[in-house]
């Protein structure tokens, strides 16, 4: 059911062309999941279960950094995380804190671990045994917030599926329920969609001012969530100047 990072890889190609405006990001996110696959092959080659395992894979992370990316992340690089003492310690805070209370004021930090513990959570995921049908709104295999939503068809109307921000695992939630708050009431929880994205939306709640984007399958069965939800940054941007915020940024901190 989830998709690889293969398809996370071509699907960023795809939609750079239909999605002009998001290319540059689109092409940094198959830079990173090129990256990602690498550290994927190794942990499942490896059967890596040591977090600390990963800090291996920091010598090219840093480097890719410095070419491609954005200049408060590659300076981060440079000035915290040169030492493995370093790269262990924000790996395994990052791993131990757990993603809902993120490293403090370390933006950089937080894109570092994410793009190596992303691949290595994903891992984990697949080889335990985890109850899907948990009505919480954070991940049943590894407690943090869902990303994105997905909308899937099934019987009389679409369910909805949280897909976990670190390890991708997906896990029914109901439909009609705020993930940050609570908030049950429908008209307390508005839908907005765009006529550029028929098939992605905000879910927003007027509650609490949080928002998750769906991508809704039913509609576009080619969509591959993550990729998509990336792909689709001017919702965000709608989003946030309407006073809602994100109930969980992305890899790329959006
Ligand atoms: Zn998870
Ligand atoms: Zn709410």
Not at 30 to 49: G, I, M, P, W
Not at 96 to 125: C, D, I, K, M, W
Not at 164 to 185: D, F, G, K
Not at 229 to 242: D, P, Y
Request: hydrophobic share 40%.
């Amino acid at each position: 059911m989830k998709a690889n990072l293969d398809a996370r890889i071509a699907r960023a190609a795809e939609l750079s062309n239909t999605y002009p405006s998001a290319a540059s990001i689109l092409s940094f996110y198959r830079e990173l999941a090129l990256f990602q696959k690498s550290v994927s092959q190794d942990v499942q080659s490896n059967a890596v279960t040591d977090v600390r395992a990963l800090t291996r894979h920091f010598p090219a992370l840093l480097y890719l950094m410095r070419q491609i990316g954005a200049q408060p992340i590659a300076e981060f690089g440079c000035e915290h995380l040169q030492s493995s003492a370093a790269q262990e310690e924000l790996l395994l805070g990052y791993w131990e804190s757990g993603p809902v209370n993120h490293l403090t004021g370390a933006e950089a930090g937080r894109f570092f671990a994410r793009v190596l513990l992303q691949p290595y959570a994903e891992y984990l995921a697949s080889r335990g045994d985890i109850a899907l049908d948990r009505a919480e709104p954070t991940c049943p295999f590894c407690n943090a917030r869902p990303v994105v939503a997905v909308l899937r068809g099934e019987g009389d109307g679409a369910k909805r599926w949280l897909l976990c921000s670190l390890c991708a695992t997906e896990w029914q939630y109901r439909r009609v329920i705020c993930p940050a708050c609570a908030e049950e009431h429908k008209d307390k929880l508005p839908i907005y969609i765009a006529s550029e994205f028929d098939y992605v939306r905000v879910d927003a709640c007027d509650s609490c001012r949080a928002y998750i984007k769906s991508v809704d399958l039913t509609k576009n069965g080619h969509a591959v969530p993550v990729v998509d939800e990336i792909a689709t940054v001017a919702l965000n941007i709608w989003a946030e100047e309407h006073g809602y915020w994100k109930l969980e940024p992305n890899l790329l901190g959006m």
